[in-house]
């Protein structure tokens, strides 16, 4: 009885390192490589208690051999199943900002991982292993499981997902009149996408892929769930974040217009160098038919550098570049947005908008090119530009409890995080940013950080910093530029640091929410 007791209780205690294991995995995009990384930082593994928890577990293991003899067994167990009462009420209370989502894909993998973690504590019972040293293994090995797992399973959904996007191919076959439009880039892929939509959704029966939408199996499910007979053109946004990632994501829809938004320093840490990076971006140029047509920014220096070999038409736009098809000038911002002049045609044409920021006018920019190309109305351009409003997280400006934030939470990269310090330092009152600093840039994230905190004197008079580990990078760059380091506030999570501004701040203040990282990486 008391084995059987002991079996439930280590199986019951394993249930909550599990959950948070399957949320570190899919919060590092279901990669064992990034998994593994992330799982190497030796402060990551200090989760749940485990060493309290441990350390209880040799103490109960002491006290009951050398005090009651015979029983350690019974009491080791008791610890264990209490032990596991009190995680697992925590993990009930605990609000993450990104929780376990329990897609068709973590289901089938919580099947697998149940499995083995049951097998695993019956065989090791079954080995006579001391009670004690059990409590030990238990939490480690459920971190471990996600191995096996990951291997036994990635086959079964590789060939799920074969089936699926076979059939995406297929419909987009049978459909041969449709034009399809490829959007990246390393940063406003999503916001160019969205402007793209509003300005040929006026002549056009268009179909985009919602969100952030951009990875093979989200571009197939939009496909076999949404394309439709009577659409007329597809607007495709397509993520990269390792090498071949956009040559397989072209082959897959075969676009005839490419659109380039930009290209900088982001997920480093699995492209390896910015040379991987331009190389991987430009094939949305590249790959296009001899007939197709590529949209390009000459204002970002690594796409004007670049010689693209490509047959097909290419469209420049820039603001800052002369050398360019479609340029604006004559901007001017206010808190309500931005009004420029675009020469169409040998005609001056005024656009205003309510998007913040220089490179939300790149992104209409890139809008209008295509417009025009595929013979939208400058009327009709015009009013699906005035119309345009915020994406969720991507500079939205919005009221939290009375207060005035601009919202730039959605993935924050050295280039975007820059630019919206540029729409910061243009508010009125103070201006406040929270921020846990940048990720996914390999060997240089603290060089990366370091910048983005000399960059912030001038255009922030208030900085919280959420977590410790950029901190310290982020703290070097304001000090360096000569920020008032009485002004700097570090805490250890968001909802301080909204506690933190409510008790300090104003409602006539700017707050900048600067990246919103998942919990496993807010440390």
């Known amino acids: ?21 399957l949320l570190v995995f899919q919060q590092n995009r279901y990669g064992l490589d990034r998994y593994t990384k992330w799982l190497l930082d030796f402060k990551n593994i200090k989760v749940n208690g485990y060493f309290t928890y441990v350390a209880i577990s040799f103490i109960a293991e002491y006290l ?74 238990v939490p480690i090995i459920s971190w471990l499981l996600i191995y096996p797992m990951g291997l ?3 086959p079964i959904e590789g060939y799920i997902n074969k089936g699926f996007e076979n059939e995406a191919r297929e419909i987009l076959k049978k459909s041969p009149e449709l034009k399809k439009v490829a959007i990246t880039g390393s940063y406003g892929k999503t916001s160019t996408k969205n402007v793209l939509n509003a300005i040929l959704d006026k002549k056009y029966y268009t179909l985009m892929t919602p969100a952030s939408y951009n990875t093979p199996m989200g571009i197939t499910r939009v496909i076999r769930e949404n394309l439709k007979p009577y659409h007329e053109l597809f607007l495709c946004e397509m993520g990269a974040d ?49 007939d197709g047509v590529g949209i390009i920014n000459m204002d970002n220096d690594y796409i004007r550098s670049h010689n693209f070999h490509t047959k097909a038409e290419l469209i420049r736009i820039g603001i800052d570049s002369e050398d360019v098809d479609f340029k604006a000038y004559d901007i001017s911002y206010d808190q309500n947005g931005a009004s420029f002049k675009v020469m169409i045609d040998d005609e001056e044409v005024l656009f205003e908008t309510a998007l913040l920021g220089k490179h939300n006018i790149i992104n209409i920019l890139l809008g209008i090119a295509l417009g025009q190309k595929l013979e939208v109305s400058i009327s009709d351009m015009q009013d699906a530009i005035k119309d345009l409003r915020p994406i969720e997280h991507r500079l939205e400006t919005k009221i939290i409890n009375g207060y005035h934030f601009v919202d730039n939470a959605f993935n924050s990269n050295p280039v975007s995080s820059k630019l919206s310090l540029d729409v910061l330092s243009k508010m009125p009152n103070k201006r406040i940013i929270i921020t846990p600093g940048l990720i996914d840039l390999g060997k240089d994230e603290y060089r990366y950080n370091k910048e983005f905190g000399l960059y912030m004197p001038g255009k922030v008079d208030h900085v919280v910093l959420v977590g410790q580990v950029r901190a310290k990078a982020i703290v070097e760059g304001l000090k360096e530029g000569g920020f008032d380091m009485a002004e700097v506030k570090i805490v250890d999570d968001v909802k301080e640091a909204f506690g933190h501004i409510y008790q300090n701040f104003t409602k006539d203040d700017t707050i900048l929410l600067e990246n919103d990282l998942p919990d496993v990486f807010l440390r």
């Not at 080791?76 to 609000?95: D, M, P, Q």
């Not at 993998?109 to 049951?118: A, K, N, S, T």
């Open 1 to 21: 009885m008391l084995k059987i007791v002991s079996i439930l209780s280590f199986i019951f205690l394993s249930i909550t390192y599990l959950e948070h294991a």
């Open 64 to 137: 009951f051999t050398t005090y009651v003899k015979n029983i350690e067994g019974l009491m080791v167990t008791l610890v264990t199943i209490i032990t596991a009462i009190l995680f697992l009420y925590k993990e009930t209370k605990k609000s993450y900002i990104k929780p376990l989502v329990y897609t068709d894909r973590v289901k089938r993998q919580v099947l697998c991982i149940g499995i083995l973690d049951v097998l695993y504590i019956i065989m090791f019972m079954n080995l006579g292993i001391d009670h004690v040293i059990m409590a030990v293994l």
């Open 152 to 154: 036994i399973t990635s």
């Open 242 to 290: 390792h090498v071949d990632d956009i040559r397989y994501l072209v082959d897959m829809v075969k676009p005839s217009i490419g659109v380039l938004t930009s290209i900088g320093p982001q997920h480093l840490n699995t492209f390896g160098s910015i040379d991987n990076i331009i190389k991987e971006k430009c094939k949305v140029i590249e790959m296009l038919p001899n």
